[in-house]
Structures are given as C-alpha cells and as structure tokens.
C-alpha cells in the first residue's frame, strides 16, 4: 500500500542512518462519507504529516494512517468538526513494534529450518534458501540481480526435471510488507516437503516448475530491520535539499511509466525512477522471466485482503478480463473456505487504486503472460504492515489454497 508523504523528522533520521522511533505514534481509521470528506482527508494527510497505509479511495471507504503524537489532536479536531470518525487501531506504534522484535529475538533459537511462527530477516530468509537447496534435490537457487547495496536478488527454483511452463512468484517488492516474504517462504515448504506425500503439490509440480523470489527489494526489507521499520521503497540516494532515498520498485516497470499513481519527486513513497526498469529490483523481475515459459505470475502484497488483475494505470479492462476474473473468483473463494477470510476481487484500479509501472501491469502488456495477479494479503487494518507473527501460518494457509485453486483453474 502506498504512503504519499513521509515524516520530516523521518526522512532526516534516515539519511542519518538512525533509527527511526515511532514511540506515540498512533494508527487510526478515518471514515470520510462524502467526496468533499475524502478529498478533506487526502489534504490533511500532507498539512498533518502523516503516513497514508491505505489511500482514501472514496466515500464509505475507511483510510489507516500513521499519526505522529504532534499531530493526533489536530487531526482528531478537523475530522470531529467535519463528521468524519476517527478510531485508533495501536495507540503506540512503537510499543508493538518493540514487542515483535523481542519475540524474533526469543524464538530465533528454533531448531526446524523453516520456522513459521516467526518473521525472518533476510540473512535468514536467504540461509534457508540454503537449506532447502542443500536438503531438497528438487530445489535449486540462482541470482537474478544485484541491488545498488550489492546484495543478490535471490530466486529459488522448484522443479522435478523437464522442460515445463512456470508459475512465479515474488514477494516483498515493497520493503514493509512482512507478511508477503513470510508467504513465500509458507508455499516454498509447502512445495518442497508436499512433493510425492501431497497429491495437490505433486500434480502441481508435475505440472510447472515453481520460481519464487521471495524479497525483490532486499535492501529495503533489510532496512525495515535496522533503521525504519516502515520503509517502502529502495534504497537508492538521490541528491537534493533533503537527499531522499528509494524509488518504489512497482512505478518502475515499463507499463505507462509516470502516469496516474506514481510521484516525479524522489522523496515520495510512489516515486517512479527516473526510468523505465532504472532499478535493479524491476530490472531482476524483467530479466528472471525473460528466461522462462511463465504460465501465471503471482505478486504478493500487503494488506487489505484484495485478489487482482490488471489494470492499474487504467480503467479500461484487459482483452481476456472475464477469464481473469472467472479464476480471480475461484481462488478467492478457495482461500476463503480455509479461514473465512473475505477477499474482494476486480482490476487494481477498481478495488484499490490506480498506480502506474506496475509488475502485474508490465507482465501483461509487455511479457503476454495472461494470468498475471496481484494479491493484497492480511489484514485490513487492526495490524496493518505489523500482522502479528501468529497469523504467517493462517496466512499461508489461505493463500496457498486459493492461488492452488487458481492454478488449477486455468484454461
């Protein structure tokens, strides 16, 4: 999910390199009923400061922002004086983000590999690549890129031999989203352990090599960890009066590149590069599938529980929408049937917001793939970008069996 505006405070502890605190900062839900009540919201996230983590994308929508302790009774003020309620969801942020990284901490001495009751750094995540490399003849790994930081874009190939169609599937394009490289490392364990004991897995992997990539944007995501907890972009530096970093990896794929949904200005969360693929992370996407036969892509978000097809840049529906949709609906439902989680489904314009330079977008229009789906995971905004480690499984669950489903429903 997008925020339009970082925190000034934030933005110099960042280029300091420190950490940044989010003690008193507060995640609220507004509720704008009217146009003139969303456009009111969209205005004071820029004069209050605030993060957007989901944008207000109309009347009867609610909007979750972060809210800095100098800020709340401002911003509580305006909404009360224009009938817009306001409810908050984490009364410190901080607190909880304190209280995710002590049990990380605690539970890091877990003996299996791959351990799902906990979020995983990314020397982790890439150490048990490793691991199932080495414990699985099934698995192997290769490197699709290098980052502007020098760290490998990792990809782990699932293949029982032969020359098969490929599903992919990438994690963690934008660095916050926790739960999406979680996902990932879910459905690779499924694979691997499920293949020749699970009949579903082993038809699939009969079927189609699996290539998961399962942190597109390793700088960031590593930077989540150190510095900034709710960090979205790259980290690439721009120079300027407040030398931002970081373009957003999902403006910069060549699909109505800087169009609606995206920001010229590099101290944006949605900025857009200052080209098509100038970034590592999109460049390592595009060149990985530029190499395989892919059936269906997967992109895995968070949150706000949505199941997507193209379009962002536009209203306008792709040519084969109604095939798209048709399989949408089926994964959907199946994820559903696991949990009771409730998804909607439709184009990334129509359910979420318009955005340009996409990797759903882009594999559509530019690479002919056409089942391309984007996924919003868990929740919609009690937790937001700090799901709670308790719900990976439940997450994966769900996710596994509808994109199963999907899988399986294709024409």
């Not at 925020?3 to 933005?11: F, I, P």
């Not at 900062?25 to 004071?44: E, I």
């Not at 942190?215 to 590593?222: E, K, L």
């Given at each position: 999910?997008r925020a339009?505006?970082l925190?000034?405070?934030?933005l110099?502890?960042?280029a300091s390199?420190?950490t940044?605190?989010?003690?008193?900062h507060r995640?609220?839900s507004?509720?704008?009923?009217?146009?003139?009540?969303?456009?009111l919201?969209n205005?004071?996230?820029?004069?209050h400061?605030?993060?957007?983590?989901?944008h207000a994308r109309?009347?009867?929508v609610?909007v979750?922002?972060l809210?800095p302790?100098?800020?709340?009774?401002a911003?509580?003020?305006?909404?009360?004086r224009?009938?817009?309620p306001?409810?908050?969801?984490?009364?410190?942020v901080q607190?909880?983000i304190d209280?995710?990284?002590?049990?990380?901490?605690?539970?890091k001495?877990?003996?299996r590999a791959?351990?799902h009751?906990?979020?995983?750094?990314?020397?982790e995540i890439?150490?048990l690549?490793?691991e199932l490399e080495?414990?699985?003849?099934?698995v192997t790994?290769y490197?699709?890129g290098?980052?502007?930081?020098g760290?490998?874009?990792?990809?782990a190939?699932?293949?029982?031999g032969?020359?098969k169609?490929t599903?992919?599937?990438?994690?963690g394009i934008?660095?916050?989203?926790w739960?999406?490289?979680?996902t990932c490392?879910?459905?690779?364990d499924?694979?691997?352990s499920?293949?020749?004991?699970?009949?579903?897995v082993t038809?699939l992997l009969?079927?189609?090599d699996?290539?998961?990539m399962?942190?597109?944007?390793?700088?960031?995501y590593?930077?989540?960890?150190?510095?900034d907890r709710?960090?979205r972009?790259n980290?690439?530096p721009?120079e300027?009066?407040?030398?931002c970093h970081?373009?957003?990896?999902?403006r910069?794929?060549?699909?109505s590149?800087?169009?609606?949904?995206?920001?010229d200005s590099?101290?944006?969360?949605?900025?857009h590069g200052?080209s098509?693929?100038?970034?590592?992370?999109s460049?390592?996407v595009?060149?990985?599938l530029?190499?395989?036969?892919?059936?269906?892509?997967f992109?895995i978000?968070s949150y706000?529980?949505?199941?997507?097809?193209p379009y962002g840049?536009?209203?306008?529906l792709?040519?084969?929408y109604d095939?798209?949709?048709?399989v949408?609906?089926?994964?959907?439902?199946a994820?559903?049937a696991?949990?009771?989680?409730?998804?909607e489904?439709?184009t990334?314009?129509?359910v979420i917001?318009q955005?340009?330079?996409?990797s759903?977008d882009?594999?559509?229009?530019?690479?002919?793939?056409q089942y391309?789906?984007?996924l919003?995971?868990?929740d919609?905004g009690?937790?937001?970008?700090?799901l709670?480690?308790?719900?990976?499984?439940p997450t994966?669950?769900?996710?596994w069996a509808?994109?199963i489903a999907?899988?399986?429903a294709?024409?």
């Amino acid at each position: 999910m997008r925020a339009t505006v970082l925190l000034l405070l934030g933005l110099a502890a960042l280029a300091s390199a420190d950490t940044t605190s989010y003690h008193g900062h507060r995640l609220v839900s507004v509720l704008p009923y009217t146009q003139a009540g969303v456009d009111l919201v969209n205005t004071l996230v820029n004069t209050h400061h605030v993060q957007e983590w989901t944008h207000a994308r109309g009347p009867g929508v609610p909007v979750d922002l972060l809210v800095p302790p100098r800020s709340f009774e401002a911003l509580v003020s305006t909404m009360n004086r224009n009938g817009i309620p306001v409810t908050v969801k984490i009364d410190d942020v901080q607190a909880v983000i304190d209280q995710q990284m002590e049990e990380h901490r605690a539970r890091k001495s877990a003996s299996r590999a791959i351990d799902h009751t906990q979020y995983h750094t990314l020397e982790e995540i890439y150490s048990l690549l490793d691991e199932l490399e080495a414990g699985y003849s099934l698995v192997t790994t290769y490197t699709a890129g290098t980052t502007y930081e020098g760290r490998d874009i990792r990809v782990a190939k699932v293949s029982t031999g032969g020359t098969k169609q490929t599903i992919w599937i990438d994690c963690g394009i934008h660095a916050r989203e926790w739960i999406s490289p979680a996902t990932c490392l879910y459905i690779l364990d499924q694979l691997t352990s499920g293949y020749g004991s699970d009949s579903e897995v082993t038809a699939l992997l009969d079927t189609y090599d699996f290539h998961v990539m399962p942190s597109v944007n390793p700088d960031g995501y590593d930077f989540t960890w150190t510095s900034d907890r709710f960090w979205r972009k790259n980290r690439v530096p721009y120079e300027g009066i407040l030398s931002c970093h970081g373009t957003d990896p999902n403006r910069n794929f060549n699909s109505s590149f800087g169009g609606p949904g995206t920001s010229d200005s590099p101290c944006s969360d949605i900025y857009h590069g200052p080209s098509p693929f100038s970034e590592k992370e999109s460049q390592a996407v595009r060149d990985a599938l530029s190499a395989l036969d892919t059936k269906i892509y997967f992109s895995i978000h968070s949150y706000s529980q949505l199941w997507m097809t193209p379009y962002g840049y536009t209203y306008t529906l792709p040519a084969n929408y109604d095939e798209q949709y048709r399989v949408s609906g089926i994964g959907v439902a199946a994820l559903e049937a696991v949990h009771g989680t409730q998804y909607e489904y439709g184009t990334i314009a129509d359910v979420i917001y318009q955005d340009s330079g996409s990797s759903s977008d882009w594999v559509y229009d530019g690479w002919g793939i056409q089942y391309s789906f984007s996924l919003e995971l868990r929740d919609t905004g009690n937790y937001g970008f700090l799901l709670p480690a308790e719900q990976i499984i439940p997450t994966g669950e769900e996710t596994w069996a509808g994109m199963i489903a999907a899988i399986n429903a294709v024409i």
